[in-house]
Nanobody, 123 residues
């Protein structure tokens, strides 16, 4: 059984920083795509950042230069460092293993999701 467990969500003021972590277990394939998506109230889920099996990152335009994804393959974990946070970054953040297409532009396919961790940024 694949499990993804996120941690690190919190409430911060605009301009602040926050780090999220995700630990994966039960996924036996190597070189898989892993990343972060988010969903704000009343909006569709959107991709934030992913890292492919070779560690190459991809970022949504809205977070480029502010967010950094990192991965520890030995621990099957991925982290997200969020700097210069804005109120529009407020959302539930979900860790994901993407098995079909490794991109921030689509979450189609049979993917695995964590339960989410809330990030709230106040002005």
């Amino acid at each position: 059984q694949v499990q993804l467990v996120e941690s690190g969500g919190d409430s911060v003021q605009a301009g602040g920083s926050l780090g999220l972590s995700c630990a994966a277990s039960g996924y036996t394939y190597s070189g898989y795509c892993m990343g972060w998506f988010r969903q704000a109230p009343g909006k569709n889920r959107e991709g934030v950042t992913i890292t492919d099996g070779n560690g190459r990152p991809m970022y949504a335009d809205s977070v480029k230069g502010r967010f950094t994804i990192s991965r520890d393959k030995s621990k099957n974990s991925v982290s997200l460092q969020m700097d210069s946070l804005k109120p529009e970054d407020t959302a539930m953040y979900y860790c994901a293993i993407l098995t079909t297409v490794c991109t921030v532009y689509s979450d189609a396919g049979r993917n695995y999701w964590g339960q989410g961790t809330q990030v709230s940024v106040s002005a």
